[in-house]
């Protein structure tokens, strides 16, 4: 009978107990063979600085004199069990980072949603001189207490006529100059509680022109109170007076009997439902909603408190199929549009586009012209934002979710419509086609916003 060649155990030390040889093995055994090796030899590199920190702080017991048989015995023992420990801990400690590879991979998947904006913790840090009212709005952003394109916009103008107002231009400078400066640290700290939106950008744009064409030999309090009143000039002109033309072609539009479908909640549609109705129009609203913001639940409630109350249906998105048979006109807001005529809207717009689409019912996007942006978009994959993961716990009516490291949830907050599916988009300049939105500017007697 043939002499085992390999009397060695896993690691390399004494035997433990008889295995074939290498060369006999197969290539399987081989290599698992060697995992178990490797993880051993880790465990007990890990161990040593465990086992020295021991030795320097635990006293030493006093030597008793062996003979040679007995340490050689003894050696033989004690090795063999910590092997064995060592065996064993190795195997725990491979199968927990076996374990946690496997999250870390699964996890790794979800990479390629990294560019998308994630909401910030709301105790991120504040670096430079940041006025309390761009603090205060930074976490009212950043909790969604202030949500859509419109009262964004108007918040972030507000807090700067007060960031302004408190602004005293230093000595060595001119507020035409230093101003610019100083606003810089309060953008950013807003786009670092929420990334910044169309109509925000478009706006501190403006706001800066305002800026550099302040005259400097201008008193500094009268500059400042132009600057605020060109801020309410911008608002009135662009935002509130939009919406009042907005409201009345669209109105035209809406006719007795009709069956209106609008999604989630927009301010605009809002205004011009409401409107209608009190020019004593009688039509039934659908509200259709999805999550996770759940926009139209507010919706629903300011049409049904309206006296007398709006006749309104309310569906989750899965539900629109089969209400698209009675619609008469979808009306839409929009995010942002983009020169090519694509609406960058809250997720879900675009499948509702397509789906009325496809039943030939016409959709209308209502949407002012500052928020035009020069910018081209194909899809809603190369810029977006995320919800916070708080807006993803289950409320009282649903199932919770299994607390699992493998389960990660994805909530885009936009999407993109293609012009296809677009009928006209209403703006206070006229119902434009989405293939000529790109002479929005022409109409307003700019080249640019």
Same mark, same amino acid.
């Given at each position: 009978?043939?002499?085992?060649?390999?009397?060695?155990?896993?690691?390399?030390?004494?035997?433990?107990?008889?295995?074939?040889?290498?060369?006999?093995?197969?290539?399987?055994?081989?290599?698992?063979?060697?995992?178990?090796?490797?993880?051993?030899?880790?465990?007990?590199?890990?161990?040593?600085?465990?086992?020295?920190?021991?030795?320097?702080?635990?006293?030493?017991?006093?030597?008793?004199?062996?003979?040679?048989?007995?340490?050689?015995?003894?050696?033989?023992?004690?090795?063999?069990?910590?092997?064995?420990?060592?065996?064993?801990?190795?195997?725990?400690?491979?199968?927990?980072?076996?374990?946690?590879?496997?999250?870390?991979?699964?996890?790794?998947?979800?990479?390629?949603?990294?560019?998308?904006?994630?909401?910030?913790?709301?105790?991120?840090?504040?670096?430079?001189?940041?006025?309390?009212?761009?603090?205060?709005?930074?976490?009212?952003?950043?909790?969604?207490?202030?949500?859509?394109?419109?009262?964004?916009?108007?918040?972030?103008?507000?807090?700067?006529?007060?960031?302004?107002?408190?602004?005293?231009?230093?000595?060595?400078?001119?507020?035409?100059?230093?101003?610019?400066?100083?606003?810089?640290?309060?953008?950013?700290?807003?786009?670092?509680?929420?990334?910044?939106?169309?109509?925000?950008?478009?706006?501190?744009?403006?706001?800066?022109?305002?800026?550099?064409?302040?005259?400097?030999?201008?008193?500094?309090?009268?500059?400042?109170?132009?600057?605020?009143?060109?801020?309410?000039?911008?608002?009135?002109?662009?935002?509130?007076?939009?919406?009042?033309?907005?409201?009345?072609?669209?109105?035209?539009?809406?006719?007795?009997?009709?069956?209106?479908?609008?999604?989630?909640?927009?301010?605009?549609?809002?205004?011009?439902?409401?409107?209608?109705?009190?020019?004593?129009?009688?039509?039934?609203?659908?509200?259709?909603?999805?999550?996770?913001?759940?926009?139209?639940?507010?919706?629903?409630?300011?049409? /049904?408190?309206?006296?007398?109350?709006?006749?309104?249906?309310?569906?989750?998105?899965?539900?629109?199929?089969?209400?698209? /048979?009675?619609?008469?006109?979808?009306?839409?807001?929009?995010?942002?549009?983009?020169?090519?005529?694509?609406?960058?809207?809250?997720?879900?717009?675009?499948?509702?586009?397509?789906?009325?689409?496809?039943?030939?019912?016409?959709?209308?996007?209502?949407?002012?012209?500052?928020?035009?942006?020069?910018?081209?978009?194909?899809?809603?994959?190369?810029?977006?934002?995320?919800?916070?993961?708080?807006?993803?716990?289950?409320?009282?009516?649903?199932?919770?979710?299994?607390?699992?490291?493998?389960?990660?949830?994805?909530?885009?907050?936009?999407?993109?419509?293609?012009?296809?599916?677009?009928?006209?988009?209403?703006?206070?300049?006229?119902?434009?086609?989405?293939?000529?939105?790109?002479?929005?500017?022409?109409?307003?007697?700019? /080249?640019?916003?």
């Amino acid at each position: 009978m043939p002499v085992p060649t390999n009397l060695e155990g896993p690691t390399g030390g004494p035997p433990t107990k008889q295995q074939p040889s290498q060369k006999s093995m197969t290539k399987a055994e081989r290599r698992e063979l060697q995992e178990r090796q490797r993880a051993a030899k880790l465990a007990q590199k890990s161990a040593a600085p465990t086992s020295n920190a021991g030795k320097d702080t635990a006293p030493k017991p006093p030597k008793t004199p062996t003979t040679p048989s007995q340490k050689k015995s003894g050696d033989a023992s004690g090795s063999g069990a910590a092997k064995a420990a060592l065996a064993k801990d190795a195997a725990t400690n491979a199968a927990a980072a076996a374990e946690d590879l496997g999250v870390k991979s699964l996890s790794r998947g979800l990479r390629i949603f990294s560019h998308f904006g994630l909401p910030k913790p709301l105790g991120h840090s504040i670096k430079g001189d940041i006025h309390p009212a761009i603090i205060r709005l930074g976490l009212l952003f950043s909790e969604f207490r202030i949500c859509g394109a419109n009262a964004r916009c108007i918040a972030t103008l507000t807090a700067f006529k007060t960031v302004i107002q408190d602004y005293t231009t230093p000595s060595h400078s001119t507020l035409s100059r230093h101003l610019m400066t100083h606003l810089s640290p309060q953008i950013t700290h807003l786009v670092a509680a929420r990334p910044m939106s169309v109509t925000m950008g478009n706006a501190i744009r403006q706001l800066k022109l305002e800026i550099s064409g302040s005259d400097i030999d201008t008193i500094e309090q009268d500059a400042k109170d132009a600057l605020c009143q060109k801020i309410d000039n911008y608002i009135r002109d662009r935002i509130i007076f939009a919406d009042q033309v907005i409201q009345k072609l669209t109105g035209k539009k809406i006719n007795d009997g009709d069956v209106i479908l609008t999604y989630a909640r927009s301010s605009v549609i809002e205004k011009i439902l409401l409107n209608a109705h009190e020019e004593g129009k009688r039509f039934s609203v659908i509200v259709v909603d999805s999550r996770p913001l759940l926009e139209g639940k507010a919706l629903l409630k300011t049409l /049904t408190n309206a006296d007398p109350p709006i006749p309104c249906t309310y569906a989750l998105l899965p539900a629109l199929p089969s209400l698209m /048979t009675d619609v008469t006109t979808v009306l839409l807001g929009a995010h942002s549009i983009s020169a090519n005529g694509s609406v960058y809207s809250r997720a879900g717009t675009a499948l509702v586009a397509m789906i009325a689409k496809g039943h030939s019912v016409p959709v209308m996007v209502c949407c002012e012209t500052y928020k035009f942006s020069e910018g081209v978009m194909l899809d809603g994959f190369g810029k977006n934002e995320l919800a916070p993961p708080r807006f993803s716990q289950p409320t009282k009516h649903s199932q919770p979710l299994a607390t699992t490291p493998h389960l990660e949830i994805l909530n885009p907050l936009y999407d993109l419509t293609p012009p296809s599916c677009i009928t006209a988009v209403v703006t206070e300049v006229g119902l434009i086609p989405p293939s000529s939105i790109s002479s929005i500017p022409l109409a307003l007697g700019k /080249t640019n916003l």
